[in-house]
């Protein structure tokens, strides 16, 4: 594991524009089938959902394809500014101290992409609250005092979309197409 990057962030989670502090975490949903765990990322200008990814294990696989669909978001002019000027404003991706942030993988794809790591202190929460706070908003919103049906097996993603159907229906903007493969019982 590499050694941690300096907190761009500081626990300041507002950003002037888009796409300039991103956070992002991992959380797991226990349904009566086992467990799901999502990992977003969530762009502090709006506290939108750039992107997100659903598996039934917390892999690197988990964070590592949320990390390239939120890459994918960004528009390739800017990506291209990015990466290759080093007066270009900075994208901080910020997150906990997590192995699946601190993976030669996950950097890697980082650095590809131009992208800034800010990571908080050592077991402070409240150094990723922006993230931590949007899952709390979420399953309260949605899945505390709930019975679900069990998850999809073959589409685990499909049910992130009813999730952010659910919890984002009511921010303009945010385009989720609809799945009605999960739904409460």
């Known amino acids: 594991m590499t050694p941690a990057p300096v907190d761009h962030v500081k626990r300041k989670f507002r950003a ?59 528009p390739a002019a800017y990506r291209e500014e990015l990466r290759d000027d080093a007066t270009a404003a900075m994208l901080a991706v910020h997150t906990d101290r997590g192995g699946h942030y601190r993976g030669a993988e996950w950097i890697e794809k980082m650095n590809s992409a131009g992208l800034t790591r800010s990571m908080g202190r050592k077991g402070k929460s409240g150094d990723n609250a922006a993230c931590e706070g949007f899952f709390g908003r979420m399953k309260t919103e949605m899945f505390y005092g709930r019975v679900w049906g069990t998850w999809p097996r073959s589409k685990p993603r499909s049910s992130s979309t009813c999730i952010f159907i659910t919890t984002n229906a009511s921010r303009p903007g945010l385009v989720v197409p609809p799945s009605p493969s999960i739904v409460p019982q």
Do not use: H
Not at 18 to 39: C, H, M
Not at 43 to 55: H, Q, R
């Open 16 to 74: 002037e524009n888009p796409n300039e502090v991103w956070v992002t975490d991992v959380t797991e949903f226990a349904g009566p089938d086992g467990k799901v765990y999502l990992s977003p990322m969530i762009d502090c200008f709006d506290g939108k959902v750039v992107a997100w990814n659903t598996l039934r294990s917390p892999s690197k696989a988990l964070t590592q394809g949320m990390l390239a669909d939120a890459i994918s978001t960004l």
